[in-house]
Structure formats: structure tokens, C-alpha cells
């Protein structure tokens, strides 16, 4: 069974820092290209960041994580991360990861379940 879950969430102080794992089952992660996304109250979901299953094509990121954001992943363990600094309060949403053929900031086929982030002091 096909399956994408999210962990690493929680409540963190303006300024610090988190690491979003994605953990895939019933499927290779290494031939998928992963996308993670965010919705915040209100909002519409938006992606965030990608990591391509290509080597030259390499990692993506939405402007407004550029710099903070670090997408990755670990073949051997069929995870991705997402490895968050300076996170501020408007970072705070539900994240999730999702396959997102080339990268297009859409998702596709799989999704995980999300994982609330909270950032406030």
C-alpha cells in the first residue's frame, strides 16, 4: 500500500528552527520527484519546495523560504526532509509532502498526511 507520512510538527519560538520528515512506503521515493507544500489558515496550499529525483535538476524553492528552507532526501531510509530555519509566525501551517512530477509546485499522485507547524513566541 502506497503511503506518504509526515512528523517532525510542533510549536517553535520565532527565530528557530524545525526538520519535516517524509517517509515513503509501497514505493521508491528516489524515482519520484517530491514536493512539500503548506496551508495556513485561510489560505490556499501552496508548494514550497521540491527536490528532483534528477541530480541536475537539484532542489527548488517558493521566494519566500529561499535561503530558510532546505529541502533533502535519504534514498537508503525512501525519506525526504524538510529542514526549516528562522521560521517565522507566518510560516505557521499544516505541511505536507506529495510527488510532484517535475516539479511544478501541483503535487500529484501521492500525499501525505500533514503535520502542523506552529511558530510563535
Known amino acids: 500500500q502506497v503511503h506518504l507520512a509526515e512528523s517532525g510538527g510542533g510549536l517553535v519560538q520565532p527565530g528557530g528552527s524545525l526538520r519535516l520528515s517524509c517517509a515513503a512506503s509501497g514505493f521508491t521515493l528516489a524515482y519520484r520527484d517530491i514536493g512539500w507544500f503548506r496551508q495556513a489558515p485561510g489560505k490556499e496550499r501552496e508548494g514550497i519546495a521540491c527536490?528532483?529525483?534528477?541530480?541536475?535538476?537539484?532542489?527548488h524553492y517558493k521566494d519566500s523560504v529561499k535561503g530558510r528552507f532546505i529541502v533533502s532526501r535519504d534514498n537508503d531510509k525512501n525519506t525526504a526532509y524538510l529542514q526549516m530555519n528562522n521560521l517565522k509566525p507566518e510560516d505557521t501551517a499544516i505541511y505536507y509532502c506529495?510527488?510532484?512530477?517535475?516539479?511544478?509546485?501541483?503535487?500529484?499522485?501521492?500525499w501525505g498526511q500533514g503535520t502542523q507547524v506552529t511558530v510563535s513566541s
Open positions: 506529495a510527488t510532484d512530477q517535475g516539479c511544478v509546485g501541483r503535487g500529484d499522485d501521492f
Open positions: 527536490i528532483s529525483r534528477l541530480s541536475d535538476d537539484g532542489t
